[in-house]
């Protein structure tokens, strides 16, 4: 089965530090994803990678960045936090595509954690 | 403007009757279809999909219908059992762009016993 471990369940911290929220996967997946969630608007892409040290910007990647140091190892950071960036956040993994054609797009399914709520105070 | 629309926040049905879950796109560049489950404090799990070059796909209780001059879908569950209750996101990739995903609001399902 595949794992997707997000380190904190629950995460309170103050506006203007600076916020790190990892994901370790541990199926070998290329690809990884990092959502939020929010009441009414359902998931938003903040960033994706697809390989080691690449990253992609997603719909909403301001006031974000990220870091794929390892392929198992997909960082979201915070740069200075704003309570505007309350939410559940979300990291997911999947295998690539063949080419830019292929369907399912993204490597679908992807495989999700169990979310880090976090609360900006 | 969201571009997958879920109308309906909420559904409630009985243990043993057809849950159908409704979403609406606008976006004709969309070609692939998904459907996730979410329960209270764990991510999404994928449930089934469909292409646009289907109209119909069926997986066991859940089946899912494609009306592409409607640009509509819909995700039957029969019959509905207690542990089908849980958030259903839907979610559309246009065919321009595979590292694309567009996601509704979801629809939170509760099974009546």
């Known amino acids: 089965d595949v794992k997707v471990t997000q380190s904190s369940r629950y995460l309170v911290k103050r506006t203007g530090e600076k916020v790190f929220l990892e994901c370790v996967q541990d199926?070998?997946?290329?690809?990884m994803f990092w959502y939020r969630q929010d009441p009414g608007l359902g998931l938003r892409l903040i960033y994706f990678?697809?390989?080691?040290?690449?990253?992609e910007k997603g719909d909403i990647p301001e006031g974000y960045s990220v870091s794929r140091e390892k392929k198992e190892r997909f960082s979201l950071i915070l740069e200075s936090a704003s309570t505007n960036q309350t939410s559940m956040y979300l990291c997911?993994?999947?295998?690539?595509?063949?080419?830019?054609?292929?369907?399912?797009?993204?490597?679908?399914?992807?495989?999700f954690g169990d979310g880090t709520r976090l609360s900006i105070l | 403007d969201q571009q997958v629309k879920q109308n309906s926040p909420s559904l409630s049905v009985q243990e043993g009757r057809i849950s159908i879950l409704n979403c609406d796109y606008t976006n004709s560049m969309f070609d692939y279809f998904l459907w996730y489950k979410k329960y209270p404090a764990e991510g999404p799990t994928f449930l089934i999909s469909?292409?646009?070059i289907k109209d119909k796909n069926e997986d066991g209780r859940f089946t899912v219908f494609l009306n592409k001059s409607a640009k509509h879908l819909s995700l039957h569950i029969v019959p509905s059992q207690p542990g089908d209750s849980a958030v259903y996101f839907c979610?559309?990739?246009?065919?321009?762009?595979?590292?694309?995903?567009?996601w509704g609001a979801g629809t939170k399902l509760i099974i009546k016993p």
């Open positions: 997911a993994s999947s295998f690539p595509p063949l080419d830019s054609s292929t369907r399912p797009p993204m490597g679908q399914p992807q495989h």
């Open positions: 990678s697809y390989d080691v040290k690449m990253k």
């Open positions: 979610a559309a990739s246009p065919k321009d762009s595979n590292y694309q995903l567009i």
């Open positions: 199926m070998d997946h290329e690809n």
């Open positions: 469909i292409s646009s």
